[in-house]
């Protein structure tokens, strides 16, 4: 099916291509459909042992969103400095504003950026399931790629690694989700090339429902070709067709913005608990998933961890390493 765009998204991403063929920062993209994104420059390498077996993986750190999300793509690019990040545009105005900026960016799909895209609405949910085929696409390049939400800010830019070291075993390790019901978090994960097939088959989930309730209904699901692994009362992993696993994420060092969900009744952790757990480096990253969207940047700011200066948009002096605990929770 041929996707139309208006004259001026197509000059806009013609010039996009002429820009980073000439600067030499991103090889062989392609504006719609992405079938391979190769970025030498971008990745980054991790080796672990397995047995008697070291294994040595390419994997590329990468977010999608719309210009409703480019504040935040900053400062995620900020909290991650000086390690290279990806973004993949999902709407012409995001790309057009971060590419002169230092952040590497591609016109992933615009065929979502119209309309009606409230959280909770079916618009929304179509959209949030592009970032898991923004996902597959890196993989389908030849690259694992860590996935991380645009409302996470990371405390320690180096845990990377160890994110993908965790990896280790399974075809995925993601950040376990504080919904009821729900298993994984697809705001953090860490995928290998052997995950391709599950976040193809997620990307493309007919039913209702945003991407993280496609990824856990596949992976999770018995009626879908998943099932849960168990340790005690804590699932401990999710089993796709037999052959590809997920794992989860240290709750402590990788924490969401909430203890728990329970209904409506949400702990978020406070300025004190933040503060201390990120400047001696017990947390690596707090994801902000459980404040709504217009709360996110205050929240985020109340808490030291907004890092764009406000006048000139670059990011803050040392950030996160400077930050003070300020006091009460929330």
Known sequence: MKHTRPICAVLTSLLAVMFFVFTGRVYDMKVRPVSTVTLKNAAELVSYTVGNGVFIRRFVIATAATHAYTDFVRNLAC?????????LALDTQIYGEMMPANVRTVLFDTSGATGERRFGTAAFASLSRRKLAAAHAVL????????????????DAEAVHEVAESAAGNAM????????????????????????????AAEKW?????????????ACERRFGGYRLYEGDVVAACDWNNSTRIGF???????LGCTKIEGEQVRRHGKSFVAARCREKRAALLHYSCWSGGHKRKSMAARGMWLVEKETGKCKGDGLENRKDKGSEF
């Not at 007919?206 to 596949?218: E, F, H, I, P, T």
């Not at 994420?249 to 924490?255: A, F, H, V």
Request: charged share 25%.
């Open 249 to 255: 994420l240290d709750d402590e060092k990788y924490p």
């Open 79 to 87: 909290s991650l400095a000086p390690r290279h990040m990806l973004l």
């Open 140 to 155: 389908e390049a030849g690259y694992d790629v860590l996935f991380t939400d645009a409302d996470v800010v990371w405390c």
């Open 173 to 200: 390790v993601a950040q376990r989700a504080a919904v009821r019901g729900q298993t994984i978090n697809t705001g953090l994960y860490y995928a290998k090339r052997e995950a391709a097939s599950l976040l193809r």
């Open 206 to 218: 007919s039913r209702k429902g945003d991407d993280q309730w496609a990824l856990n209904n596949v």
